[in-house]
Nanobody, 122 residues
Framework: QVQLVESGGGLVQAGGSLRLSCAAS????????MGWYRQAPGKQRELVAVISSGGTTNYAESVQGRFTISRDNAKNTVYLQLNSLKPEDTAVYYC????????????????WGQGSQVTVSS
C-alpha cells in the first residue's frame, strides 16, 4: 500500500504565497520523478512542475519564475512553493510520483495525492 498525502492548500489574495507539501508513505523501494498537476473547473488537468530523482526541474510556462518545486528524498516528500499568485492559479492541485514498490520488480507506477484546493482572490 502506498499513499501520497498532500497539505498546505487554502485561500490567498492575489500576489500572496502558499506552500504545498506531499508526503509518500508505505511500501516504497524508490521514487522516480515527482510532480504537481492542477485542474481548474471545466478544464483538463495540466502539468505544473516536475522534479527528477536527481533534482532536475521543469515548469509550465505559466508558472515559470513564480513557482518552485523541490523534494526531500529522505522524507519521500515533494514541495511546491507558490509565489506571486494570480486568480488564474485557482485550481485543485495534485501531486504525482513514480514509485517502485518491490525489490523483485524494476517497474515504477504512478500514484496520486488526494488533491489540495488553492483559491486566489482578486
Amino acid at each position: 500500500q502506498v499513499q501520497l498525502v498532500e497539505s498546505g492548500g487554502g485561500l490567498v489574495q492575489a500576489g500572496g504565497s502558499l506552500r504545498l507539501s506531499c508526503a509518500a508513505s508505505g511500501s516504497i523501494v524508490s521514487i522516480n520523478a515527482m510532480g504537481w498537476y492542477r485542474q481548474a473547473p471545466g478544464k483538463q488537468r495540466e502539468l505544473v512542475a516536475v522534479i527528477s530523482s536527481g533534482g532536475t526541474t521543469n515548469y509550465a510556462e505559466s508558472v515559470q519564475g513564480r513557482f518552485t518545486i523541490s523534494r526531500d528524498n529522505a522524507k519521500n516528500t515533494v514541495y511546491l512553493q507558490l509565489n506571486s499568485l494570480k486568480p488564474e492559479d485557482t485550481a485543485v492541485y495534485y501531486c504525482n510520483a513514480g514509485i517502485r514498490r518491490y525489490y523483485y520488480s524494476t517497474s515504477y507506477h504512478d500514484y496520486w495525492g488526494q488533491g489540495s484546493q488553492v483559491t486566489v482572490s482578486s
